[in-house]
């Protein structure tokens, strides 16, 4: 960590209540219902560590944004409470969002002026920022972003990726703890989705905590260290990434001309999850070691033409809890 950096963090962190071991992020029984009397989020208790990068995932319309829509205060819970940084929101705003910097829809830039002339107004209505300072905190924020290059070319030139690293930049103004991206990288090519994933990195490395939701899976497993699963709604599931992985049961799969055999075998063995797809028979392994199955089929007549145990990806874990699949492109 360079010193400039910690300097940012221990600045952010000495305005508050906020240690490691309190959450960034903790809402209890969070609830959002609409006149119209959809439940877009159902009683949803989020932790998101300090120092997490935290994948917030699930398909398109599960709840994400108005939860975090609800987070940073932008539309009222129907029911439940919720903490930033250790300070309850909305009553101790104050204290803590100024610490927490949000992508949330697109911040209104000027397309006739040049992203740096943007940058400049903003930080011009932000009343807290020293004017003397601002040429430096607008370059520091381009060059964090790696924009400097591009400071001067209009906004409506600007790839979609330069655009979303713009919005980092504005968010990047000022010092953060914790970064709240909605959807950072949706829309954005592969180039300019590997830019904000490298920079997404690169600022929790730097200390700031961040939630990003996503639909893309691929997104999680290159870039988060924790991940809550949404669907219609309600979280299934959330924890460390590594823990989520290593929750995930191996499957032992036998092919044989003869399925009804060497079902009989391993449902012998105590094996639950059986299923036969044409001469496939696949089965959740548990505790039980490979070796010790493969001469009982032999014994029991079963002629194995294969035999292998799949450990499954992290995508076999989410179809199990969600029943759908991911659009795991990307
Ligand atoms: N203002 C609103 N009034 C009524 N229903 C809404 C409103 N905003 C969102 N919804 C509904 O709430 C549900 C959750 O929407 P939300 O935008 O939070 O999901 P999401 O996971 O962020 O999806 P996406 O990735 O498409 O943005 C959806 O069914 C949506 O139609």
Known sequence: MTEATSAVVSAGRSGGHHDEDTPAIRTYGLRKRFRSGQVAVDDLDLTVPTGAVYGFLGPNGSGKTTTIRMLLGLVRPTAGRHELLGRAIPRESAQALPRIGALVEGPAFHPYLSGRANLHRLDAADRTADPATARARVDAALDRVGLLAAARK???AYSLGMRQRLGLAAVLLQPRDLLILDEPTNGLDPQGTREVRNLVTDLARDGATVMLSTHLL????????????????????QAPLAQVRSSA???VE?????????????RRFGLTGLSVAGTKVSALIGDVPPEKIVPVLVEDGVPVRAFGVQTPGLEDVFVS????GFDVSG
């Open 321 to 324: 809890l969600t029943g759908e």
């Open 218 to 237: 691929s997104e999680v497993e290159q870039i988060c260290s924790h991940v809550g699963v949404m669907h219609v709604g309600k979280l299934l599931t």
């Open 254 to 266: 036998v092919e044989t001309e003869r399925p009804d055999l060497a079902e009989g075998t391993l």
């Open 249 to 251: 049961q191996a499957r």
């Open 154 to 156: 209009r906004y409506r």
